[in-house]
């Protein structure tokens, strides 16, 4: 059964300006023809298609029974993210969600759906000591200090002045203040001496899962591209996975579809750790596609089928790559 509203499977296409700019080249179509067999035009009809605009609550302000009612109030209707009790897709006359007051307040958080999944699947309770590897805007920030009831302590990391400053505002318009920030490449961040509970990596990716919302994606892609971030990205996994506690827990995620960014980064942290690593089924109600195996001349290990990969065509949001990664003890 289709987990998504059917008012909200139906597409609208993006303007042919915005097509223009988001012509696809030969060999992305050949290998994401290859990757996708029958289902390649759905991906594309999907990824020029608008999407819908979706907010998560602001717990730590306002319950999700308050928020609901001032904005059904206001002529919007929500609609439930099934995989995040605090997210909803949001329809009204106006899309400017943005310019409204409870968006001043801090009362919600302006965030695609599937971007809502890695925080959910990492869990971070009260009390834990939790590393946001690479944090700004600040969306999983806030929405962990939110689980969290501002109780423990979010190091949130990033890597430069300018990403910070989105960071900071959003922390502050949200209240979250359990959030210590700092700014590293992520490769140097062993220097803290700190091990924690709790880690996600939402790593830097190519982000062709979010060419709907950035058309652009596909003009800069390239295979070369794709290789280069994926190889920061095991980088960036390594790191995290040795300031993690025995027995901790790390999300890695990307906003990519690329097998090279999201399977082949999981295959070779198991490669490199065989008995500390366990990949964690990820057990949510999301509409999911087969993880892949096999990709060019590279096979990857069945643990990888416990990730959860979506596409936009799967549940009509940006695709998203999740795994849940334990250190054994």
């Not at 223009?20 to 992305?28: C, E, G, H």
């Not at 730590?60 to 609609?79: C, D, H, N, P």
């Not at 979010?210 to 980088?235: A, C, F, G, H, Y």
């Not at 366990?278 to 057990?283: D, T």
Request: one cysteine or more.
């Amino acid at each position: 059964m289709d987990l998504i509203p059917q008012q909200l499977r139906q597409l609208t296409p993006l303007p042919e300006a915005d097509k223009a700019r988001a012509s696809v080249k030969k060999d992305f179509e050949q290998r994401y023809r290859h990757l996708l067999g029958s289902s390649y035009d759905d991906f594309i009809r999907y990824s020029l298609s608008y999407l819908n605009k979706s907010i998560r609550v602001n717990t730590l302000k306002i319950t999700v029974a308050e928020l609901k009612e001032r904005l059904q109030k206001q002529g919007f209707s929500l609609y439930q993210v099934p995989w995040c009790k605090e997210g909803f897709w949001v329809k009204g006359d106006r899309t400017d969600l943005g310019n409204l007051v409870e968006h001043t307040l801090g009362y919600f958080y302006i965030q695609e759906a599937a971007s809502m999944i890695p925080a959910v699947v990492l869990n971070p309770q009260p009390g834990e000591i939790v590393l946001d590897m690479c944090a700004s805007p600040g969306s999983k920030t806030t929405q962990m200090a939110a689980m969290m009831g501002n109780n423990g302590i979010i190091v949130a990391n990033d890597i430069s002045g300018d990403r910070m400053k989105p960071l900071g505002i959003n922390l502050q318009r949200i209240g979250a203040m359990n959030v210590v920030e700092s700014q590293a490449r992520g490769q140097q961040l062993h220097r803290l001496g700190t091990k924690f509970d709790k880690i996600l990596v939402d790593a830097p990716c190519s982000g062709t899962g979010t060419i709907r919302k950035s058309p652009e994606t596909l003009k800069i892609w390239n295979p070369l591209m794709v290789r280069r971030l994926s190889n920061q990205q095991k980088s960036l996994i390594d790191t995290a996975f040795s300031l993690l506690k025995s027995g901790g827990t790390m999300v890695y995620s990307t906003c990519s579809v690329e097998p090279e960014e999201n399977e082949g980064v999981i295959d070779w942290l198991l490669q490199k750790y065989p008995k500390e690593v366990s990949v964690e089924e990820i057990k949510l109600d999301i509409n999911r596609s087969n993880p892949i195996l096999n990709f060019e001349k590279s096979s990857y290990s069945p643990e990888v089928r416990k990730c959860l990969g979506i596409w936009p065509q799967d549940n009509n949001t940006e695709g998203f790559f999740v795994a849940r990664i334990r250190k054994n003890e």
